[in-house]
Each structure stands twice: as C-alpha cells, then as structure tokens.
C-alpha cells in the first residue's frame, strides 16, 4: 500500500465549476497535511496546509480534512484555466514529506 | 525574501561520472530537504538536514549522498551515474518549528548520457 494515494486523473472540468481532489494516507498518526499546485515544467508550490479535522479556506481553494478515515481533500472553486496543473497531495512524516502521485486538472475555458 | 535557489538549472553528465548539486535556502530556513521527481516514480524523498545533521534518509543507494553547511546551504553528490539517475532534482526549505511547510527550489534537471 502506497503512503498517499489520490485519485489519478486526469480531471477536466469547465471553467467556473468546482474540481474536487482527494487524497488518502497510510500512517494514522500523521498530523500536517498540505496540498502543493505544479504547473508543466515547473517546481511545486505550497497553496494550502491543514492540521485540523474540518474545513479551511483560503479563497478559492478548500482543503478538508478527516484523520479518522484518513482522507484528505481539495476543492477549487470557480475554476480558472489559470488552475489547469498537477496538484499533489503531501503528509508529513519523520522529517520528511511524502508525496501522491498528483492529479492532473484541465479547466476548460 | 528571496525564495529557494539552486544551481546549475541543468545539467548532462555521461554514465559513471559524478555531479554535486547545490541548494540556498530562504533566509532563516534550517532545514532542507532533496526530492528525485521523474515521470515514473513522482516525488521521492531523498534526506533532510537540519543544523548540518541529517535527520532522515530515503531508500536510495549510498551513490546518493548529502551535506549541509553551517549556513545552511546544502549540496547533494551522485556518484558513478546511471542512466535511471536523470530526474529533475528538487530541493525544499522549511523553519525551524513543527508544522514543517516546505517550499521548493526551481530544480536542477540532470540528463545523464
């Protein structure tokens, strides 16, 4: 079993819909959850980081969180061509992340 | 702040020579970490240093090898190169303190012939 999966993709939505992205993770005592955005060619970059189980929001994007069924999630509302990149899911371990294999989204204009 | 940099950008080395990569951290950033990112495998943790000490290691050989200064800065060595050693090499900052946010560097893509 992989440390974290997500869901393969591709994901192609219309612009102005929601893309939702989830994530499931091995270890049940990690606690920092973080989601990073990789457009073609470049280096990951961090939009979002969670801790806590629920919801938290940071414009467009919400990342949800459920430690007991271990899963991690990200929507991105309103979706803009501009989002159309690989988003990869990370948990961090002991002094490490571990990385998803990401999900590829494609914003239809 | 200046963000995470590292050099060279790119890089072709034939089989069985060897290449050091380096890493800056953003200023005031202890830790730094170096990921292998190819199309196959994705993402693979490569070690982590904190105040010159390495804390953890991934599952690559010992051809892998790393170091950090009392700046912070860090390199990465490979030894004896392999063809499966072309990859872009990612290198990552984080603050001191627990929530461990990483940020990237651009990358060094390294071709090996």
């Known amino acids: 079993q992989k440390e974290v999966e997500q869901n393969s993709g591709p994901l192609s939505v219309p612009e102005g819909a929601i893309a939702s992205l989830n994530c499931t993770y091995s270890?049940?005592?990690?606690?920092?959850f973080f989601w990073y955005r990789q457009y073609s060619g470049k280096s990951p970059e961090l939009i979002m980081s969670?801790?806590?189980?629920g919801d938290k929001e940071d414009g467009r994007f919400t990342a949800q969180l459920n430690k007991a069924s271990q899963y991690v999630s990200l929507l991105i509302r309103d979706s803009q061509p501009s989002d159309s990149a690989t988003y990869l899911c990370?948990?961090?371990?002991?002094?490490?992340?571990?990385f998803g294999a990401g999900t590829t989204v494609t914003v239809r204009a | 702040k200046a963000g995470v940099t590292q050099t060279p950008r790119y890089l072709i080395k034939t089989r069985g020579q060897q290449v050091t990569l380096s890493c800056s951290p953003i200023?005031?950033?202890?830790?730094v970490s170096w990921y292998q990112q190819t199309p196959g495998q994705g993402l693979q943790f490569l070690f982590e240093?904190?105040?010159?000490?390495?804390?953890n290691k991934g599952n690559f050989p010992g051809r892998f090898s790393g170091r950090q200064f009392s700046n912070s800065r860090s390199e990465m060595n490979v030894s004896t190169l392999e063809l499966g050693d072309s990859a872009l090499y990612l290198c990552?900052?984080?603050?001191?303190?627990?929530?461990?946010?990483?940020?990237f560097g651009p990358g060094t893509r390294l071709t090996v012939t």
């Open positions: 990552a900052s984080s603050p001191s303190g627990g929530s461990y946010e990483q940020y």
């Open positions: 270890d049940r005592g990690s606690q920092s």
């Open positions: 969670i801790y806590s189980n």
């Open positions: 990370a948990v961090k371990g002991d002094y490490k992340l571990s």
């Open positions: 200023s005031g950033h202890r830790s």
């Open positions: 240093y904190f105040s010159e000490t390495q804390r």
